[in-house]
């Protein structure tokens, strides 16, 4: 088995770690969010979902049964101790689901030379002896403060403030230019990543 190199995306919010990912994908690496994963998870995983309830009660179930991360979500943010119960849960599942995808890349009849994921809270959850290397994709503050797409709230004051994350990665890119020059930078350091 042939494992891919493994790299973890990371970053304040707004900083542009989708974008990163999509320019990842276009360039050749395999590519998931933690976010997909979740997604994944709460659609398909009985077990997660009963845990769920017991602890938030069946409000916040979708039409379908699944839970709702809507609801979930309503609650969390409200309530910093919910949130770290749900933090606390999710990541060792989400961390094997991850594990599981890497490994069956490795299956493949020719795997991908490197997959890449977007782990938001990389640090934080301690999860970066998993990726060969780390890549924090950065942005000043007005410019994550303009393109972020939820506003300001519990998560903020746990996360790792921006210039500890670029102290700890491997890569930094500052993205303030434009998606081609994002896409230009991720394409040198797909060929450096190759090389290793």
């Known amino acids: ?13 707004g900083a542009g770690k989708s974008e990163a990912l999509r320019a990842f994908a276009r360039h ?41 991360r809507g609801a979930i ?24 689901e991850y594990m599981t995808w890497r490994d069956r890349l490795g299956e493949l009849p020719e795997p991908p030379e490197v ?14 002896e998993r990726f060969d290397s780390v890549v924090v994709v950065t942005a000043p503050e007005d410019v994550r403060g ?3 797409q939820v506003r300001a709230d519990e998560r903020d004051t746990r ?4 210039e500890e994350k670029v102290r700890r990665a491997d890569y930094v890119y500052v993205n303030e230019g434009t998606i081609d020059d994002l896409d230009a930078w991720v394409a040198g350091l797909m060929d450096e990543l190759k090389q290793r």
């Open 115 to 128: 997959c890449v994921t977007e782990v938001p809270l990389l640090f934080e959850a301690g999860a970066q």
């Open 159 to 162: 996360l790792l403030p921006e």
């Open 1 to 13: 088995m042939s494992r891919p190199l493994a790299v973890a995306i990371t970053g304040g919010i």
């Open 73 to 96: 979500a309503q609650i969390v943010f409200a309530d910093r101790a919910e949130l770290e119960w749900l933090e606390a849960l999710l990541h060792p599942v989400v961390s094997r």
């Open 146 to 148: 303009a393109r972020r």
């Open 28 to 68: 050749g690496a395999a590519v998931v969010s933690s976010d997909e994963i979740v997604h994944h998870l709460l659609a398909t995983d009985d077990r997660l979902r009963d845990a769920l309830v017991e602890r938030f009660g069946e409000r916040i179930l979708g039409a379908d049964g699944r839970p709702d």
